[in-house]
Structure formats: structure tokens, C-alpha cells
């Protein structure tokens, strides 16, 4: 038997437990984010290793190209709605860390449409959203509204609206649940101090939670935006990015599959992965409590 030193054995147990997710991280993460970089300065169509160094050409053209950005526009529908479903889970959070009675059971039903498979849940929303026999419509008709009945996927002003809702449906229960984590962790006998001074439920909501949860509304907010940039599943199973709902991502998946250029989605994935991390620096310089 080893007769290793008990700092020995520490070192040895750490580097046991350390070396598999390090290894996972390293093939995983940051070989094909290497590999990325490497393949936005070829001309490789993603089919076999065929590539020519091309430069920088493929930046020029993406910076050049004024639809491929123009796509933000649509992935700004989705920051709006993240925004609103960081908003409603924050008030739901509120509500449901309180005694209510049941609120095991509120918390498991709004939880429940994160749990669902993206798929699954555009399936179900083509059903709600369709002209003439979706629910949406038809609850309409039957309350006397029949005038806001619209063709709400045919619609090119509504489309994303009626999309960035499905997100905000689909990812509010996460977010709720993050921020009940985070009132949980807020001492009980402060809320009792602020009772005993005076304070009314607005006040210590402001005065109190607010600052004491500032760290997790960073988070939200960076969630939120490389969230809405990010967007994918929904407006591509759904739409397939017809009628002006093809998001920057979108674009990028169809420059690498469907017009087999995965040198130039290479370079797109490699400007959104920058402009993601410079949003994120930007966001922890500007907002209170960003470098914690």
C-alpha cells in the first residue's frame, strides 16, 4: 500500500475530481471555440476538410452586408420580452416566498413550461395561434372580441411579439425560481426591523429586496441578453425564419447548412460570441453592483 502524506493525498484527490470536468471543458468548450476562430479565416462549406485561408474575408463581407445585422431587429423582440418575463417572475418570486397557502404547488405549475421540450411547446402554440381553429381566436370570439381576432403567425408586425411571447412563457418559471433562491437568502429579522420602523410592503421591496437581490437581477439581465441574442429554437421550428422572423442565429445556421459557407457562419458565431462578451463588460461597468 501508498503511504502518501496527508498533504499529498489531498493534492492527489483534487486533481482525481478535477481532471475529468477540466478534460470535458477542454474538448466541450474550448477546442471548438478554437476551432471556430480557425475556421472563420477559410472558406470551408462544412463538407469534408477541403478549406483555403481566405483572411479576413469573411469579416469583411458579414460587416459589409447590412441584412445580416438587420437581423437584430428581431432578436430585439426577444430582450423586450425578457425584460417582461424578468419583471413577472420577479413579482410572482415575491409572492409566492410569502405564506401563501398552496404556494408549493403555484410554484410547481409556472415552473412546469420550462420543464416542457421547446418542440413540444411551439407544437402546442401553433394550435393557440392558428386563424381559425387556434384558442386565442376562439376565446376572443366568445367574449364579444372579435375585432382583435388576427393572424397572429401572418402578421408581419405581430409575429415576433406573438414568438418573443412563447419565450416569455416558456423561461419565466427559471427565473422565478432563481429569484425565490435569492429571497430566500435575505434574513427574516430584517424584514422584521423594517415592520417595527414603519415600513410598509413598497418600501421594503425597494428599500430592502431590491439591494439585497442585486446581484441576481445582473444575472438576469446578463441572462436576458445573451438570452434574446441567442434566439433560436422557437422562431426556427416554428417559422423556419420566414416573415421577417429569422433571428442572427437563424441566419447563421442557414449560411453554414443551407448555403454550405460554414466559413462565413464560422466568423457570424465568432462576432456574436464577441458581442455577447462585450455586452457583458459593459453591463458590469455600468449597472450597481456589476463586479460582484
Known amino acids: 500500500m501508498f503511504n502518501f502524506s496527508y498533504k499529498k493525498q489531498r493534492t492527489l484527490i483534487l486533481i482525481g475530481f478535477l481532471t475529468v470536468p477540466v478534460a470535458l471543458l477542454l474538448v466541450l468548450s474550448y477546442y471548438p471555440a478554437l476551432s471556430l476562430v480557425y475556421y472563420s479565416f477559410t472558406d470551408w462549406t462544412g463538407i469534408g476538410w477541403d478549406m483555403n485561408w481566405v483572411g479576413f474575408a469573411n469579416y469583411k463581407e458579414i460587416f459589409t452586408r447590412p441584412e445580416i445585422f438587420s437581423s437584430f431587429k428581431v432578436n430585439a423582440y426577444y430582450f423586450i420580452g425578457g425584460l ?93 425560481i432563481i429569484f425565490i433562491g435569492a429571497l430566500q437568502s435575505i434574513p427574516g429579522d ?15 421591496f425597494r428599500y ?13 439581465l446578463i441572462l436576458t441578453l445573451t438570452g434574446a441574442l441567442a434566439a433560436f429554437e422557437i422562431p426556427y421550428v416554428m417559422m423556419l425564419g420566414a416573415n421577417g422572423t429569422s433571428t442572427f442565429v437563424i441566419q447563421t445556421v442557414d449560411t453554414a447548412f443551407k448555403f454550405q459557407k460554414a466559413g462565413l457562419a464560422s466568423a457570424m458565431g465568432v462576432v456574436l460570441m464577441l458581442i455577447v462578451i462585450v455586452i457583458i463588460l459593459i453591463q458590469r461597468k455600468l449597472l450597481p453592483g456589476g463586479e460582484d
Not at 84 to 113: M, Y
Not at 190 to 204: C, K, T, V
Not at 208 to 220: A, E, H
Open 84 to 176: 417582461a418575463q424578468t419583471a413577472l417572475a420577479l413579482f410572482f418570486a415575491v409572492i409566492l416566498s410569502g405564506k401563501l397557502k398552496g404556494r408549493n404547488v403555484f410554484r410547481a405549475i409556472l415552473f412546469l413550461p420550462y420543464v416542457l421540450h421547446s418542440v413540444a411547446t411551439v407544437i402546442m402554440f401553433k394550435n393557440v395561434y392558428h386563424m381559425e381553429y387556434g384558442s386565442l381566436n376562439i376565446f376572443l370570439g366568445a367574449i364579444g372580441l372579435d375585432a382583435w381576432q388576427q393572424s397572429w403567425l401572418g402578421n408581419e408586425h405581430l409575429v415576433n411579439f406573438s414568438l418573443a411571447f412563447i419565450s416569455m412563457w416558456k423561461f419565466m418559471g427559471l427565473s422565478m
Open 208 to 220: 430592502l429586496t431590491l439591494p439585497s437581490i442585486r446581484s441576481v437581477l445582473n444575472l438576469q
Open 190 to 204: 430584517m424584514y422584521e426591523s423594517a415592520r417595527i420602523d414603519g415600513a410598509n410592503s413598497w418600501q421594503q
